[in-house]
């Protein structure tokens, strides 16, 4: 059942003792050290947090013997170069989220999330349980790195718009702070996907040169400011139903590891993850309190928005599929696990929720 | 922020200090070997199967110096004295679902589950990020038990019954096998809570010397065979919407441990408790469709009898508060953190999962 295991203390050791030199640890417990460069900005304290619990945990497992130190986006590495950074050995491993890279290969995409793909449990358990990390790291492996699942935002918010979305015809035409993917799917309903670095966001809100823009949930929106100058807030964020983050390894580095250090990354990765995603679900609701306090409208996106954006995503995995093997076979394995997974989903879970909340809203 | 690792790097272990000879352990890293009792049968293969990760993983990242042997109930202790031969040191430590001691205080409730409180998701963050763990340690301290959050098995079902639940009428004189709190809930609203152990059961439901028994979900819950005897299977468990497990250690061995193997133990009890959460993930769905082609038919609570269960739930909280110090601070962190909790999950969550219900619903 432990097919993560299976493949991340079998497969990539037994592959790398044959190309590369014996490692230079002797001891049984060496000391070492290790650079991380992480994708996020300090100011994103969870984010870029998740680094520094992982590494804080090594260290502690290994009575502080193996020492990794993070970095933040271009201290050494720019935020978006961290895979190709960790695949030619300029630094040891990153932090980041895997859907970055896609203008490599769409498939890189399946490390964090996809539009309408799987929710955080479920990516975790697709991930750890299923056949996620086997494929995913079958895929990276061919640019040298070993992928760990790291954290996780859970189910993100779909971005602050200056003017409401009434229907599919707002969409036309409206130019979109959005990334990746989901860019695709913006464009292939009417819209216009903006490539803009956070920090050119809000300026570019305010004068009006983008109309609407997309970046994570309550807690990290709120340092933004985005509610002042694009008020109405959009849920859900479709494309990113539960964005998981990525420890990226550089294999040979991996392979040099003794065993029980693989091991001690595996767990705190595990760990660190955790605390990613208890922490955003500790701090997303003070957030949006103060947001909708300060002036945020929340909507939620037109149905027939929801339907078209659907639509095209599942006309790309159907093209992409048809042209890359590797994608077909991730996409398969996450759209199968998705549709059983919400088969049980909607029994327990949903109702169980749903009460919940009918209970909270009653007083 | 890290309120669980403030809590158990340093208090215990300073209070340990003064009160307990000093470690016979002189090296660094030494080999140890300790017991674990599990509080669940073998045949449960994901809630015994989580210690059995758990011990795994401390010997893959100790280099195998770190050895801890599992054992099934009665094998050395039996399930429900788990908590008692942990605070004696009869055993290091126990997995168990900490509610199973209630009867010594409701308090134990919190570690798990309490009816209609957190989901799986919300216990780890309020556990893990918020006041959880260190209030829950404040309680087991005083029983010479340090506890570890391991395990989740997301919302249960509600259970199987002879004949239907059509109304809140129903329940009165309903003999319905469930334990602890929510027994005092069912009493509370007619019921006539039954406490039989899993094996006896099925026999009972067959003659009707039994009306009604709850279980896990529909992974655990399919291996007992209630469908043939009992086929109306209710859901959602509200008195377990997301019951987690926990590693209880006696305090003294966790003082004499080194410090890096407390931290080895930390990761090892997140990391397996993923493995519980992600395997119940991708169990579940199978199982429930093997269910409903086998003949089981499913059924939500109706409404009447779900209300009143709350309102009998919360009377009891506010009874239990005014004579439990302790329980109103674990209650009020609690449901301040549902109340929170909830309004952010009704926006992004809970309206991304429902559109991707009926996308699944509409093939």
Same mark, same amino acid.
């Given at each position: 059942?432990?097919?993560?295991?299976?493949?991340?203390?079998?497969?990539?050791?037994?592959?790398?003792?044959?190309?590369?030199?014996?490692?230079?640890?002797?001891?049984?417990?060496?000391?070492?050290?290790?650079?991380?460069?992480?994708?996020?900005?300090?100011?994103?304290?969870?984010?870029?947090?998740?680094?520094?619990?992982?590494?804080?945990?090594?260290?502690?497992?290994?009575?502080?013997?193996?020492?990794?130190?993070?970095?933040?986006?271009?201290?050494?590495?720019?935020?978006?170069?961290?895979?190709?950074?960790?695949? $030619?050995?300029?630094?040891?491993?990153?932090?980041?989220?895997?859907?970055?890279?896609?203008?490599?290969?769409?498939?890189?995409?399946?490390?964090?999330?996809?539009?309408?793909?799987?929710?955080?449990?479920?990516?975790?358990?697709?991930?750890?349980?299923?056949?996620?990390?086997?494929?995913?790291?079958?895929?990276?492996?061919?640019?040298?790195?070993?992928?760990?699942?790291?954290?996780?935002?859970?189910?993100?918010?779909?971005?602050?718009?200056?003017?409401?979305?009434?229907?599919?015809?707002?969409?036309?035409?409206?130019?979109?702070?959005?990334?990746?993917?989901?860019?695709?799917?913006?464009?292939?309903?009417?819209?216009?996907?903006?490539?803009?670095?956070?920090?050119?966001?809000?300026?570019?809100?305010?004068?009006?040169?983008?109309?609407?823009?997309?970046?994570?949930?309550?807690?990290?929106?709120?340092?933004?400011?985005?509610?002042?100058?694009?008020?109405?807030?959009?849920?859900?964020?479709?494309?990113?139903?539960?964005?998981?983050?990525?420890?990226?390894?550089?294999?040979?580095?991996?392979?040099?590891?003794?065993?029980?250090?693989?091991?001690?990354?595996?767990?705190?990765?595990?760990?660190?993850?955790?605390?990613?995603?208890?922490?955003?679900?500790?701090?997303?609701?003070?957030?949006?309190?103060?947001?909708?306090?300060?002036?945020?409208?929340?909507?939620?996106?037109?149905?027939?928005?929801?339907?078209?954006?659907?639509?095209?995503?599942?006309?790309?995995?159907?093209?992409?599929?048809?042209? $890359?093997?590797?994608?077909?076979?991730?996409?398969?394995?996450?759209?199968?696990?998705?549709?059983?997974?919400?088969?049980?989903?909607?029994?327990?879970?949903?109702?169980?929720?749903?009460?919940?909340?009918?209970?909270?809203?009653?007083?």
């Amino acid at each position: 059942m432990i097919r993560r295991r299976q493949f991340l203390t079998a497969a990539p050791a037994v592959a790398a003792a044959a190309a590369l030199p014996m490692p230079a640890i002797a001891q049984s417990s060496p000391e070492l050290k290790w650079r991380l460069t992480s994708s996020f900005p300090k100011s994103l304290d969870t984010l870029y947090g998740v680094s520094e619990v992982f590494a804080k945990r090594v260290a502690e497992m290994t009575d502080n013997k193996f020492q990794i130190q993070c970095f933040a986006p271009g201290e050494i590495v720019p935020a978006l170069q961290a895979a190709d950074a960790v695949g $030619n050995a300029t630094v040891e491993m990153c932090h980041t989220a895997s859907y970055y890279f896609v203008g490599k290969d769409p498939c890189f995409a399946f490390g964090t999330a996809i539009p309408f793909g799987l929710n955080a449990r479920q990516q975790n358990s697709w991930f750890n349980n299923g056949d996620g990390s086997t494929l995913f790291n079958e895929f990276t492996d061919k640019y040298n790195i070993v992928s760990l699942m790291c954290g996780n935002t859970g189910a993100q918010m779909g971005g602050w718009f200056r003017k409401e979305i009434k229907s599919l015809e707002d969409m036309k035409g409206l130019k979109f702070r959005i990334g990746g993917f989901a860019g695709r799917v913006i464009q292939r309903v009417g819209g216009v996907p903006q490539q803009i670095a956070g920090g050119d966001i809000y300026p570019a809100l305010e004068k009006g040169t983008i109309d609407g823009a997309e970046w994570v949930g309550p807690y990290d929106d709120e340092k933004l400011g985005f509610a002042k100058v694009a008020p109405f807030y959009y849920y859900p964020g479709w494309w990113e139903g539960g964005a998981a983050l990525c420890c990226m390894i550089n294999k040979g580095k991996w392979a040099e590891l003794p065993k029980h250090y693989r091991a001690i990354m595996q767990s705190a990765a595990q760990d660190a993850g955790n605390w990613c995603m208890g922490r955003y679900d500790q701090q997303n609701p003070a957030a949006l309190k103060r947001l909708v306090a300060g002036g945020a409208q929340l909507r939620p996106f037109p149905q027939d928005v929801m339907d078209a954006c659907w639509k095209a995503a599942h006309e790309i995995y159907a093209e992409e599929s048809a042209r $890359n093997p590797m994608f077909k076979r991730l996409w398969e394995s996450h759209s199968a696990f998705r549709a059983d997974s919400y088969l049980w989903w909607q029994v327990a879970e949903q109702t169980y929720d749903t009460f919940q909340m009918r209970q909270r809203a009653k007083g």
